[in-house]
């Protein structure tokens, strides 16, 4: 079983950047995703950016030229969010998935304010 641990969330005003982070307990090329989600207060969770270790990433409309995924090493994502708006606002999530098993994090929050 993997263990994920985000980090690095905070308060940021609008048009500000955070960098959060993933680390996992095993190598990121284990798994066929890891993929970044959020969940705002009432809300669903949603995928924001979606990674093939070693391969692509992809990104929601919503964060697209704003967000950008990076490996800092085979433990280590970082999930960097320029211009944030506040609808961006959320708990951010990482999960690794392998086939049908998902792995999730705990969140980070993050918090734009306007």
């Known amino acids: 079983q993997a263990q994920l641990g985000e980090s690095g969330g905070g308060l940021v005003q609008a048009g500000g950047s955070l960098r959060i982070s993933c680390a996992v307990s095993e190598s990121v090329f284990n798994f066929n995703r890891v993929d970044w989600y959020r969940q705002a207060s009432g809300k669903e969770r949603e995928l924001v950016a979606g990674v093939r270790p070693g391969g692509t990433r992809s990104y929601d409309d919503f964060v697209k030229d704003r967000f950008t995924c990076s490996t800092e090493n085979a433990n280590k994502m970082f999930l960097q969010m320029d211009n944030l708006k506040p609808e961006d606002s959320g708990v951010y999530y990482c999960?690794?998935?392998?086939?049908?098993?998902?792995?999730w994090g705990q969140g980070t929050q993050v918090t734009v304010s306007s």
């Open positions: 999960k690794a998935v392998l086939l049908s098993r998902s792995c």
